[in-house]
């Protein structure tokens, strides 16, 4: 199977399995006239990626969760899917206090023909000032 056939297969993009090639995150093996060959182990791996990758896992910790599925146990990977857990709960936290944020600009903001608008002053301060909340 070329790689279009196993970008269609496998629902990751060509460009996107290239990409994975190149930091060595898959490995098919190429034909004389240098075309790669893709099997059953490569689309399976390619899925794989692809579903880590819809979930948020870092590209190292896909080629970690691929090592571990040659050799890992359930506590190996139970421990780098809590580690990402609590990226994700971070960042939604994150993303909590920004709408906080700008819940509050626009809230503040009357939005009519005037020049004066919080939401402006508050995108003019310094990104490490404190925001109004």
């Given at each position: 199977?070329?790689?279009?056939?196993?970008?269609?297969?496998?629902?990751?993009?060509?460009?996107?399995?290239?990409?994975?090639?190149?930091?060595?995150?898959?490995?098919?093996?190429?034909?004389a006239n240098g075309y790669r060959v893709f099997g059953a182990a490569e689309l399976a791996a390619l899925a794989f990626i692809g579903r880590a990758r819809s979930l948020g896992f870092s590209v190292e910790d896909c080629r970690t969760l691929l090592a571990l599925e040659q050799g890992g146990t359930s506590h190996d990977v139970k421990v780098i899917a809590e580690e990402h857990l609590t990226r994700i709960a971070a960042k939604i936290a994150e993303l909590e206090a920004m709408r906080g944020t700008l819940k509050a600009l626009v809230s503040r903001c009357r939005g009519d023909d005037g020049a004066d608008c919080p939401i402006m002053d508050d995108l003019r301060r310094p990104a490490h000032a404190t925001h109004a909340a």
């Amino acid at each position: 199977m070329n790689i279009s056939e196993a970008a269609a297969e496998s629902g990751v993009p060509a460009k996107t399995i290239r990409y994975y090639e190149d930091i060595g995150l898959v490995r098919p093996p190429r034909l004389a006239n240098g075309y790669r060959v893709f099997g059953a182990a490569e689309l399976a791996a390619l899925a794989f990626i692809g579903r880590a990758r819809s979930l948020g896992f870092s590209v190292e910790d896909c080629r970690t969760l691929l090592a571990l599925e040659q050799g890992g146990t359930s506590h190996d990977v139970k421990v780098i899917a809590e580690e990402h857990l609590t990226r994700i709960a971070a960042k939604i936290a994150e993303l909590e206090a920004m709408r906080g944020t700008l819940k509050a600009l626009v809230s503040r903001c009357r939005g009519d023909d005037g020049a004066d608008c919080p939401i402006m002053d508050d995108l003019r301060r310094p990104a490490h000032a404190t925001h109004a909340a």
